[in-house]
């Protein structure tokens, strides 16, 4: 089972990797990051990107719905923002948050390739 900074630099190797996080919904920081700019600070989009979350899982429990969160997409004009929640016992209380540039990126090979390192990692 790869550890956090093999599954952090396994997300950078996605076509069109901008950045990754590992964040604490709990808390709204990011445990671990890969990738990311000066202009693009992965320790603030995985604050912000936590508020989306949390709204998505007051929604799924305000409608009364017996389901879960898979992954969240946010499309802007040139990224796509991706929130994979971690489903294992040990990954409870995080998510993955992975920013693609938008022209670069395939969105489907994307969500496979972040829900397989999902699936392997070991927090």
């Given at each position: 089972m790869?550890d956090m900074?093999?599954?952090?630099k396994d ?12 964040v ?10 890969a ?6 600070d992965l ?10 979350f949390?709204?998505n899982?007051?929604?799924i ?13 946010v ?8 929130i ?7 990954g ?8 693609l540039?938008?022209t670069?990126?395939n ?6 390739q972040?829900r397989?390192?999902?699936?392997n990692?070991?927090?």
């Amino acid at each position: 089972m790869p550890d956090m900074d093999v599954a952090l630099k396994d997300a950078m190797q996605i076509e069109g990797a901008i950045g990754v996080a590992l964040v604490d919904y709990t808390s709204g920081m990011a445990l671990g990051t890969a990738g990311g700019s000066r202009d693009f600070d992965l320790t603030v989009a995985a604050a912000g990107n936590t508020e989306v979350f949390l709204a998505n899982m007051r929604a799924i429990e305000m409608l009364g719905l017996n389901d879960s969160i898979e992954d969240i997409l946010v499309t802007l004009t040139g990224q796509y923002h991706v929130i994979r929640p971690l489903t294992g016992r040990s990954g409870r209380g995080l998510f993955l948050y992975l920013a693609l540039h938008k022209t670069r990126a395939n969105l489907a090979l994307a969500r496979h390739q972040l829900r397989r390192i999902e699936a392997n990692l070991e927090v």
